[in-house]
């Protein structure tokens, strides 16, 4: 995947962080702070329908009732959420028709991140590798989405939520909201009122999405947050493919991240998931870094339905999230295969929940979690069957490395099996990098970065074997980054 | 004389997939039979399916012992019935003492054939006996069952049980695989010194190797689902030259 | 929350509930609308405990009266049968009791929990301090009745080279909370904490441990077994915390349990909060039936379905009992095993 690759190669160029650029471009606000009058901005903005105001405003009202959870292991100060910008996007006139509408600056952006806005580009790239499409949604909004006239002749629907919501307004309808609902929890809601954009994707009955699709995140204003909703529908037999990428720039103040991942699979369809998240952590005394609190659920809803999240977690000052399947349908599955890497100060609790509900239904997990410098890194999971879910299957893997006396490395699993043929399996182990392995890796000629990367490699192959092979070759460098100067 | 074991025209599936498509066998007492084919050709199902292993569903076709139907009982009753199976993989099972397992298994058979159990002292000298023949170390039999056995080990295991048991029919599933030389010669000394004249063997195998020890009086080959060929023992050599493709043809 | 102010002034809204992380699984405030009276004393004989037979001191705590200091001295030897017992008049009560053992002595603490009465809110709160190199075996037959609300939370403190050993034998209650706290100081010190429980009818039982690491090489070895039928409910919760710089901690722990009836369940956290590095810290959870492999194996040689199940259940069992050091008490362990499962397969 060539915009993948040139990611990956400018990633090593730079120092540290790589994305940590500013793009100064024209943009526009909405006034500071969170009101009800914010809420009807961000409508009006995009221009929605009454009823996608009326659901806002119904969630603002209840995050107002709301409070924040604080049971997981993160420690941060208050956040005042008067302090913020909830809505930033570069001035545009309305809506880009094609690629020469957009600002240049922006597309130098994107150029810079290796995105591939030029469709040619893309096309011209390594025979034989799978293309990808891309929407890129700077800030608040997204910019442009490429392929779209492709994937609609396979009657795939692919483009931004704001204009899912214009434009397949029965469809957000029927979905928006139902894997997660309003208030299930303070950050959702809080998403539900100001989400800013986000892709939407609808693959028909019966059809295999033909080209992986992707959509690329990049936070660029100061002191504003991000809420990005994302809704993905395989109906029955469909299949998908999806790839999220984050980055966004070094900045003092903290940047809010709340995000909503709703996938719904009908019977036999399978979606797949990925995500390769580099938000800045920030720096090594701790100031600054984006505050990831997530959502994200996919609904096995009919028979046979199969999901699968696969993750990899290096950035963030905090990140708070559990992809979680509810494995309604007879025989669904759920998957769950994540990297979490924490250093200097970055805090983590992320797992996953999976809900057993119905009958033979299968899940597996594995996590590895990575702790360097001073940090925090906790592995949360439920493992769940309903006295009705006969015959639900767990194999749960969480293992830890440590790199370092300064960091933790926790495990808090959650376990409730409710009927007798319920079988669930987890194990969890600790360890560190062995001082052995390193020396032998150091004698044969690696330098003692070489042989860190080599040995946790080693540690996270299983993980990195499920993301499409692209992906883990990115993954693998952000790894490597995420990682230098821990040892020694 | 009717054969002690007799198969008519057995089918049967595992997992919604057809194994076995009108299998017919007969075994009589006193005879050792052996069963070669190729992996996959159901070998392992035909043993399967003759103990009532669950997850084996019989579609068609009949099955029995001395007459009496063996499909209709439950795999205990088999076992009381005299049918014995030497696993491939014989299980470990932690926590319950060799000794204990096999005496509770003995115990259970005559019980349910309206015998009287074994006395403690008799169980211990038999038991004493058949191990020293087997060359196991009765010490191990007082550890939990299989746990930490080497392959060869647990192999002459299956084989001390089928001498207590005194089976009337015992299927030898792969006794051989995984043993070196040495360990084969111990295993199928035992298996000889259990050929009686009101007992059958049938000895599943894929080489032939077991079978210059424990010598057949008939050979039969297992291919897609059936018995395509059967002969003397000269047929397992012609097998060990030129293999199982000739049968592949048949197996349809 | 506080279940010892909760007892004392019977005010339960003091009780823990399901908003205290800790007793997610075990809510007592839902479950007590009205604290019983105080427990007033028993007069009355008692019957012969389970542990009578051994060959130990009995001490009587009645209703929460009774001694609240045990000592073993420096180098002594003392095997005791401590008899916690909610008598037929039993309403609520606390009781209190120190438990120390001096430097190189050696305690074996045959605890029972007994609940001759009905609807009975009970707690005790227990600490044992254990000098250098001094050595405790504490097994628990908790045998309370089926109305009987049960709360025992023990707190260990070990000095250097001390060997903690525990093993819980739980039949659940309406419900039942045996928790126990550890302080470990590394330093040569040894600790295991096994666990058997096995419930039926509507039964509860949590054992929650909770053992934390304090300096470097000490050795925590955790067994837990769990067989819950009928409509029991089983929880597990350990949690082993090694605190920084506790260098060459080896903290193992498993939990295993049967499921033996559809309206059954269990719960379990199984937690590591690991901050030093050179440590071996690993847990097993699993929670399912009987192997099917090993159930046909038994009957393909004779063994009838109900008799295999028996005996792979004892055997499951089997390996955490194996693992008490005191051949009387282990002899006891077993009879309750075969008693309880004898009665409900």
Redesign the interface.
Known sequence: MPAVRETAEQVLELERYKHGFITEVDQEFAPKGLTEATIRFISAKKDEPDWMLEWRLDAFRRWQALEEPRWARLEYPPIDYQDAYYYAAPKAKDGPASLDEVDPELLATYAKLGIPLKEQEVLAGVAGAPRYAVDAVFDSVSVVTTFKKELAAAGVIFCPISEAIREHPELVRKYLGSVVPVSDNYFACLNSAVFSDGSFVYVPPGVRCPMELSTYFRINAAESGQFERTLIIADKGAYVSYLEGCTAPMRDENQLHAAVVELVILEDAEIKYSTVQNWYPGDAEGRGGIYNFVTKRADCREDRAKVSWTQVETGSAITWKYPSCILRGNESAGEFYSIAITNNRQQADTGTKMIHLGANTRSRIISKGISAGRSTNTYRGLVSAHPKAKGARNFTQCDSLLIGKQCGAHTTPYIEARNASAHFEHEATTTRLSEDQLFYAMQRGLSQEEAVQLLVNGFVKDVLQELPMEFAVEAQKLVAISLEGSVG | MTALLSIRDLSARVEEKEILSGLSLDVPAGEVHAIMGPNGAGKSTLSYVLTGRPGYEVTSGTASLAGEDLLALEPNERAARGVFLSFQYPLEIPGVPALTFLRTALNAQRKARGEAEIAAPDFLRLVRAKAAALKIDFDMLKRALNVGFSGGEKKRMEILQMSVLEPKLAILDETDSGLDIDAMRIVAEGVNALRAPDRALLVITHYQRLLDYVQPDRVHVLAGGRIVASGGPELAHQLEAEGYDRYGSLAA | MSLARAIETGDVGLLPSRRD?DWRWSDLRGLIRVAPPASPEWVEPLAPGPFSGADAEEILVVNGRGPDLIVVGPGEKRAIALRLIAAPNAGSHLARLAIEVGEGGELTLLESHEGAGQDYLTASDMTIELGAGAQAERIVLAAESESGVAVSIAKVQLAAGARFEQMVLASGARRERIETVVEHPGAGAFVRLDGVYLLNERRHSDITTVVTHNGVDGITDQLIKGVVQDQARGVFQGRILVA??ADQTDARMGHH?L???????????????????????????????LD???L??????????D??RA??I???V??AVDRVRHEGAREVARAWVAQRLGASL
């Not at chain 3, 046909?296 to 379905?305: L, T, V």
């Open positions: 992380e920084k710089g349990a499921i033996l009836s559809d309206r059954a369940e269990v719960d379990a956290k199984p937690e590591l909060e690991i901050w030093a590095d050179d440590v071996a810290c690993a847990h097993g959870n699993t929670v399912g039936a099917e492999d090993a046909f194996y038994a009957a393909q040689r004779g063994i009838p379905p008799e295999a005996l792979l004892q055997a499951f089997g390996e």
